[in-house]
């Protein structure tokens, strides 16, 4: 079959890599000029960088058995990271769960309530039966308002934005439970992992198979419009116009509401109904370095970011010439903050990181970059899971498959791939 897919990220390379192999013409498209979606990266000294911060976690089984499919098992490096949170304008050590016992912010209590609240995570199987419920009351009930108003409040309003009082007690359970589990078998120490070179490699490879087997990745090349007629796709792109036997939609489900026709107007007002999170994302290379540590939650309403992520404390095999700190921030996309210009961005993270890091110097900047994305985090409000779209779509060979769909899990490179491997098992192989 000739396919197209819409996103050249985790999830349409990994179906394009997986459909090539069967036989299947392909060719994907992405409006932005690097490979990757949100796995894209630059060039930092003598190394490539993901432009948004990445790890993976040792349940991320997934992307593991790919990273050794590709042969690249020998470039994953397992880290163990040290992290802290920012409150009270004092940053507190928040690794462990002995950490946690002596978080001073909050009363014993509190802390034991946090704690158990954490632990029993792991052991909540039906995630059906809290989706109903917010993750404030949810909380609340478990850690009480002492714990969710100092340390959870500040979190959710940073990662929201004017959703945070909708969002499911799944999303929080979920985050527990990942957390948990990649402590595995010893509860005190987590180990993250990281691809030497960056993540990146395992996309150019998919990339370059899909070249091997006659297929096309075109960057740089936006699509417009997808219709059918007689049977066939008809894609319209910045690049003309191209007939496909059967299309992979693999960005957000509104996207896709605003370049198919041909569909009732009940079915595109589902599509919009899944809202995402905005993101901005500074990346500094610094001739200093800014903490000892590797993560830091920020859980004050005054700091612009809600993460400080020092890069090169966790990885250890780089070739930067720089320390690397991501500062991240999620907002709504009305935000006005979202659309202000880079120098503005620039400005107000460095002096948000002047309140916290009050020694640091602007004269450590060796270069920065900013990037932003309109569709980086679903928003997992009540009653999600009667959102959520199906894959097959109800124009017969159009396929939906996005990270809005991945739930009870949250988003991440472990369960884009799992998405292109999915919907690439819908396509049987054809015969020699």
Same mark, same amino acid.
């Given at each position: 079959?000739?396919?197209?897919?819409?996103?050249?990220?985790?999830?349409?390379?990994?179906?394009?890599?997986?459909?090539?192999?069967?036989?299947? %013409?392909?060719?994907?498209?992405?409006?932005?000029?690097?490979?990757?979606?949100?796995?894209?990266?630059?060039?930092?000294?003598?190394?490539?960088?993901?432009?948004?911060?990445?790890?993976?976690?040792?349940?991320?089984?997934?992307? !593991?058995?790919?990273?050794?499919?590709?042969?690249?098992? #020998?470039?994953? @490096?397992?880290?163990?990271? #040290?992290?802290?949170?920012?409150?009270?304008?004092? !940053?507190?050590?928040?690794?462990?769960?002995?950490?946690?016992?002596?978080?001073?912010?909050? %009363?014993?209590? $509190?802390?034991?309530? *946090?704690?158990?609240?954490?632990?029993?995570?792991?052991?909540?199987?039906?995630?059906?039966?809290?989706?109903?419920?917010?993750?404030?009351?949810?909380?609340?009930?478990?850690?009480?308002?002492?714990?969710?108003?100092?340390?959870?409040?500040?979190?959710? +309003?940073?990662? =929201?934005?004017?959703?945070?009082?909708?969002?499911?007690?799944?999303?929080?359970? +979920?985050?527990?439970?990942?957390?948990?589990?990649?402590?595995?078998? +010893?509860?005190?120490?987590?180990?993250?992992?990281?691809?030497?070179?960056?993540?990146?490699?395992?996309?150019?490879?998919?990339?370059?198979?899909?070249? %091997?087997?006659?297929?096309?990745?075109? &960057?740089?090349?936006?699509?417009?419009?997808?219709?059918?007629?007689?049977?066939?796709?008809?894609? @319209?792109?910045?690049?003309? *116009?191209?007939?496909?036997?059967?299309?992979?939609?693999?960005?957000?489900?509104?996207?896709?509401?605003?370049?198919?026709?041909? *569909?009732?107007?009940?079915?595109?007002?589902?599509?919009?109904?899944?809202?995402?999170?905005?993101?901005?994302?500074?990346? &500094?290379?610094?001739?200093?370095?800014?903490?000892?540590?590797?993560?830091?939650?920020?859980?004050?309403?005054?700091?612009?970011?809600?993460?400080?992520?020092?890069?090169?404390?966790?990885?250890?095999?780089?070739?930067?010439?720089?320390? !690397?700190?991501?500062?991240?921030?999620?907002?709504?996309?009305?935000?006005?903050?979202?659309?202000?210009?880079?120098?503005?961005? @620039?400005? &107000?993270?460095?002096?948000?990181? @002047?309140?916290? =890091?009050?020694?640091? $110097?602007?004269?450590?900047?060796?270069?920065?970059?900013? +990037?932003?994305?309109?569709?980086?985090?679903?928003?997992?409000?009540?009653?999600?899971?009667?959102?959520?779209?199906?894959?097959?779509?109800?124009?017969?060979?159009?396929?939906?498959?996005?990270?809005?769909? !991945?739930?009870?899990?949250?988003?991440?490179?472990?369960?884009?791939?799992?998405?292109?491997?999915?919907?690439?098992?819908?396509?049987?192989?054809?015969?020699?």
């Amino acid at each position: 079959m000739k396919i197209a897919i819409i996103g050249a990220g985790a999830t349409g390379l990994a179906a394009g890599w997986k459909l090539s192999l069967k036989g299947h %013409s392909v060719t994907v498209y992405d409006k932005n000029d690097r490979l990757g979606g949100l796995t894209a990266a630059i060039p930092v000294g003598d190394d490539m960088l993901e432009i948004y911060y990445h790890h993976i976690f040792t349940n991320d089984t997934i992307i !593991i058995d790919i990273i050794k499919e590709l042969g690249f098992e #020998s470039e994953l @490096k397992w880290y163990e990271p #040290s992290n802290v949170i920012y409150i009270n304008n004092t !940053i507190y050590p928040f690794t462990s769960p002995m950490d946690l016992l002596l978080f001073k912010p909050l %009363s014993f209590i $509190s802390r034991i309530r *946090m704690g158990l609240m954490v632990l029993q995570a792991r052991f909540v199987k039906d995630y059906l039966a809290i989706e109903d419920i917010t993750a404030r009351d949810w909380i609340i009930k478990r850690g009480g308002e002492e714990c969710y108003n100092l340390v959870w409040e500040p979190l959710l +309003n940073s990662k =929201f934005d004017i959703d945070s009082d909708k969002i499911a007690a799944t999303w929080i359970w +979920n985050k527990f439970k990942l957390r948990g589990s990649s402590r595995g078998k +010893n509860i005190i120490k987590e180990q993250l992992g990281y691809m030497d070179g960056s993540f990146v490699k395992i996309y150019y490879r998919m990339a370059e198979i899909i070249k %091997s087997c006659n297929g096309e990745i075109r &960057l740089n090349d936006g699509v417009t419009e997808i219709y059918k007629s007689n049977g066939t796709f008809k894609i @319209k792109s910045k690049s003309g *116009m191209e007939e496909y036997d059967s299309v992979i939609f693999t960005a957000s489900p509104e996207k896709l509401s605003y370049v198919i026709k041909g *569909m009732g107007k009940h079915y595109l007002d589902s599509l919009r109904k899944i809202k995402y999170k905005a993101n901005i994302c500074m990346i &500094l290379e610094l001739k200093e370095s800014l903490m000892p540590n590797y993560w830091m939650t920020v859980a004050d309403k005054e700091i612009p970011f809600v993460l400080v992520i020092e890069h090169t404390n966790l990885v250890k095999n780089h070739k930067y010439g720089s320390h !690397i700190v991501y500062l991240s921030r999620y907002l709504d996309a009305t935000n006005e903050l979202y659309s202000k210009d880079d120098e503005s961005i @620039k400005d &107000l993270f460095i002096s948000g990181l @002047k309140k916290i =890091f009050p020694n640091f $110097s602007k004269e450590w900047i060796i270069k920065y970059h900013i +990037n932003r994305t309109r569709d980086a985090q679903p928003v997992v409000r009540t009653g999600y899971s009667k959102l959520i779209p199906e894959i097959e779509t109800p124009m017969k060979g159009l396929y939906l498959t996005s990270m809005s769909q !991945i739930y009870p899990e949250d988003r991440g490179q472990n369960y884009a791939i799992r998405s292109g491997l999915e919907i690439s098992e819908r396509f049987p192989a054809l015969e020699e």
